[in-house]
């Protein structure tokens, strides 16, 4: 993970470059700072503890409400007719597979990044009918993970 950011900083230092003499001299300033160190809970001071609680709870508050907003939810799912039977689904997200990791920067707007990562697991239920397919056993048909980058700005969590 930490060589996946300390790419991601030098793909973005590389870009602010204007010219190819800039660009190799930027890339090995880069390569011997790295800036980004990426935190999970065990390695935090008082202050990113309290921020990293922060960002929990802004996450799963977040997830909470992506399962109410987004559609086709649990309580709204979504039928389509293929071929000669009806097919429900919907999305939810899962709580219990929230992962949370820390990144303090040097910016000046914005005092840390995070990567919260948590699973979207797709539900679907055929029948022959409409009302058959939304009454019918859902059973999980796909499984993704999702992956954010939050910003802690101005002593909030923001998207």
Request: hydrophobic share 35%; charged share 25%.
């Amino acid at each position: 993970m930490k060589k996946v950011l300390g790419v991601l900083t030098l793909s973005a230092l590389l870009m602010a470059c204007t010219s190819a003499k800039e660009e190799k001299v930027q890339a090995s300033d880069a390569a011997q700072k790295s800036t980004l160190v990426v935190k999970t809970a065990a390695d935090l001071t008082a202050e990113e503890k309290t921020v990293y609680e922060q960002l929990e709870k802004f996450a799963r508050s977040h997830i909470t409400k992506c399962n109410t907003q987004v559609i086709p939810n649990k309580r709204s799912p979504k039928v389509e007719k293929q071929n000669n039977m009806y097919v429900a689904n919907y999305v939810e997200f899962v709580p219990d597979t929230l992962t949370l990791e820390l990144i303090p920067t040097p910016n000046k707007k914005y005092s840390y990044l995070a990567k919260v990562r948590y699973r979207e697991d797709k539900y679907q239920c055929k029948a022959e009918s409409k009302q058959a397919a939304l009454k019918g056993n859902f059973s999980v048909v796909g499984k993704r993970f999702i992956t954010e980058v939050p910003k802690y700005q101005q002593g909030q969590w923001k998207y």
